[in-house]
């Protein structure tokens, strides 16, 4: 009998013998491996809201699960060495993980990230000695030795006092066989957000690649570290391509003045964040959330497009292809040709950037991804005379600030306003009480199932949200009437807000549908002319009234904008440019890299006239 139990419960046994004996380890290395996801479940537990099946829960336990399974690697990996010195090591760069992962936390709110990486590796040993002496003997580092100590305690105590209890029964040894198997099992399996990450072969892809936001301060440590690795080296590639065409273009003074130019002149481009135009009283919403814009309209100062898409409901894409001077329908990618601002600044133009989201969500991949391109020392070098130093809350704070800096003797200005705009949270866009808290619950009508005091509150915040956004536009088109300026406005992508189901903010997941499609993607787009260009330019006015119909994708402004600036380049592309009547030519518009936008509605609207 004994003999039949040792040959069904041995192998058992022995799957679980390695983490028994070394079991000190093995609890340090769990702790060492996902401590921001050990933190986090002790925090939802004082919060009372730690509950099966809620996502902050699963989230924390899935990082949890994969720090536990790769301790159980390391732990037989110790097991089968057999070396003190060998599990002294792995101690030693445990800890030393943890020690930098707290200084960077406590000293600077932030992660081990690409960013981080990119500065550490650009970083001499005369900044190294600085930066040292300045955050070697904070209070914040203080708190990181001091836990690192204590773990590290723990840990020699552990180990002293398991020497003398090393053995178990078969029994036992089975019984803890099975644990160990089924942890090894269940973070392997949860390692499929990683392995989906790691299966991503370009910035595109790991941008929508959904693996619960890896990069996110309280990550495991194997997965975050994974992160950083493959999306330096993704970036690697892409970053240096525009890098070079753009110093290359700059360096051949590859664009110049057309004669005869305007001698002097504005380009104020202001770049919205999260605009759902349909819940704009400029495009037909029956809340008047525009009032300026709606005014500058009625003047015939304001032009407003009404037929623009974003391709994509991520910045960080969009954006990229926007700065680019391709053209996606043209299946032309974003990093093989120069970034119009460096275009600009070759011709004459003095080039300033003030962005709104410069250090906002710095651990995401969309956030390195973008700010990686834009804010390369060789691309600022190229592109931009000035930029700003900090975020504000509030946009208008970002325009006021860029007003104080604001060269006005410069003959001819290219001015770039990145703003935060409606992003979530929409309650944050805009300061409280001065009247901007305009509408609440009580003012939304429309009527759905699913729309309760809760959601409709969501829906005014966003109305909110867009009347400061016009408040902001209307600070820029006051400051620049009495010159020769030009701004155009428009969107990075939209926003869904409760708008036909159950759901805000913007769905990376599903199947791409007329009804997303016309909330995520269909986005504002506006000149506003200022009475002294409108008298020296009626042609253009007159362009840009008879084009406001045509249909456009937001990545090809860069042809309008170098058409207004009087730009002669070879990167001018007419076919991508609804002002020239002449040369312009609809193609294809593409969303998510495979739905025709069109189609998709052309399909929606025919679906609907069948069913009525």
């Known amino acids: 009998m004994n003999g039949f139990k040792r040959i069904l419960l041995g192998p058992v046994s022995a799957i679980g013998r390695p983490v028994w004996r070394e079991l000190p380890f093995f609890l340090a290395a769990c702790y060492l491996l996902a401590p921001a996801s050990w933190y986090e479940i002790y925090t939802l537990i004082l919060k009372g809201v730690f509950e099966l099946g809620d996502y902050y829960t699963e989230r924390a336990f899935t990082f949890v699960s994969v720090g536990v399974a790769v301790a159980i690697v390391l732990t037989v990996a110790v097991h089968a060495v057999g070396r003190r010195s060998f599990k002294a090591a792995l101690y030693v760069l445990l800890l030393a993980n943890l020690l930098m992962g707290r200084f960077i936390y406590y000293n600077f709110n932030a992660v081990f990230s690409p960013s981080l990486a990119i500065i550490l590796g650009e970083t001499t040993p005369g900044e190294s000695r600085e930066f040292l002496g300045a955050y070697l003997a904070t209070s914040a580092s203080v708190h990181a030795y001091a836990i690192v100590v204590l773990v590290a305690g723990i840990a020699v105590m552990l180990e002293e006092l398991w020497r003398v209890r090393r053995t178990s029964s078969l029994w036992g040894g089975a019984a803890g066989g099975l644990v160990v198997l089924a942890l090894l099992v269940c973070g392997v399996v949860n390692m499929q957000y990683t392995v989906a990450m790691l299966r991503c072969s370009n910035m595109n892809e790991l941008e929508k690649c959904d693996y619960f936001y890896i990069g996110n301060w309280d990550v495991d440590e194997a997965s975050n570290y994974a992160y950083t690795l493959h999306t330096l080296r993704l970036t ?253 406005y428009f969107s990075d992508h939209g926003e869904e807000v409760y708008d036909y189901r159950n759901y805000f903010g913007r769905d990376h997941n599903i199947s791409r549908s007329a009804q997303l499609v016309r909330n995520d993607n269909e986005i504002p787009l506006v000149l506003w002319f200022s009475p002294v260009y409108k008298a020296r330019h009626p042609e253009v006015v007159a362009r840009a009234q008879a084009a406001c119909h045509r249909p456009m994708v937001n990545d090809d402004v860069s042809n309008m904008l170098l058409d207004l600036g009087g730009i002669d380049t070879r990167y001018y592309n007419a076919s991508r440019n609804v002002l020239d009547a002449r040369g312009f030519k609809p193609v294809r518009r593409i969303v998510y890299d495979h739905y025709d936008y069109d189609k998709l509605v052309r399909e929606a609207a025919r679906y609907q006239s069948t069913t009525k």
């Open 236 to 488: 690697s590639h892409e970053i240096g391509e525009i890098v070079d065409n753009t110093c290359r273009a700059a360096q051949r003074r590859e664009a110049a003045m057309k004669a005869p130019a305007d001698s002097a002149l504005t380009l104020v481009v202001v770049i919205g964040e999260s605009y759902n135009k349909h819940h704009a009283s400029l495009y037909g919403y029956d809340l008047p959330t525009t009032p300026n814009m709606d005014r500058e309209q009625r003047l015939g100062n304001l032009v407003a497009f009404t037929d623009v898409i974003a391709p994509y409901n991520t910045t960080s894409v969009t954006l990229k292809n926007v700065f680019s001077c391709n053209s996606m329908n043209q299946g032309q990618q974003w990093y093989d040709y120069p970034m119009f601002p460096a275009l600009f600044k070759t011709a004459g133009y003095k080039v300033m950037l003030w962005d709104n989201q410069i250090g906002t969500f710095q651990t995401a991949v969309f956030s390195f991804s973008l700010n990686s391109v834009l804010f390369d020392r060789r691309v600022i070098k190229a592109s931009y005379d000035g930029l700003n130093s900090r975020n504000y809350n509030y946009d208008g704070d970002l325009v006021d600030d860029y007003f104080r800096h604001e060269d006005a003797g410069a003959p001819r200005q290219l001015v770039l306003l990145h703003l935060m705009g409606q992003h979530l949270q929409y309650a944050d866009r805009y300061p409280h009480g001065k009247g901007y808290d305009r509408w609440t619950a009580a003012h939304i009508k429309r009527e759905a199932p699913y729309l309760n005091q809760a959601r409709k509150t969501v829906i005014a915040n966003y109305a909110n949200a867009t009347l400061y956004n016009d408040a902001v536009l209307e600070r820029i088109f006051a400051h620049y009437r009495k010159r020769n300026a030009v701004v155009m």
